[in-house]
């Protein structure tokens, strides 16, 4: 079973950036499928991003889609989402997951295991 741990949250204006990190222990690393999903206060958690197991394939939420990227350092057995360009509708707690299913998933029901997520405030 696969632990996760996020850190990199904070505080930013619109417009800036922030890097993300998820660093997993407990599991090998590198036979998990990886996600990023965000949930504002009131709403449902939503998927942002994920990437398969070698970092070759990534897919995106139309809503990021050329602001954020995600990758992975499977020697470090860590996952980062890069978000630039950042707008107050991003603001949210930011949680990563994991699951070693057979596809790449984008939903949270796809997904086994949770860190415990990190604040992302974006002010205007």
């Known amino acids: 079973q696969v632990q996760l741990v996020e850190s990199g949250g904070g505080l930013v204006q619109a417009g800036g950036s922030l890097r993300l990190s998820c660093a997993a222990s407990?599991?090998?690393?590198?036979?998990?499928?990886m996600g990023w999903f965000r949930q504002a206060p009131g709403k449902e958690r939503e998927f942002v991003a994920a990437i398969t197991r070698s970092g070759g394939s990534t897919y995106y939420a139309d809503s990021v889609k050329g602001r954020f990227t995600i990758s992975r350092d499977n020697g470090k057995n860590t996952v980062y989402v890069q978000m630039n360009s950042l707008k107050p509708e991003d603001t949210a707690v930011y949680y990563c997951?994991?699951?070693?299913?057979?596809?790449?998933?984008?939903?949270?029901?796809?997904?086994?295991?949770w860190g415990q997520g990190t604040q992302v405030t974006v002010s205007s």
């Open positions: 407990g599991g090998a690393f590198n036979s998990y499928y």
């Open positions: 997951a994991a699951h070693s299913r057979l596809r790449l998933a984008v939903t949270a029901a796809g997904y086994d295991y």
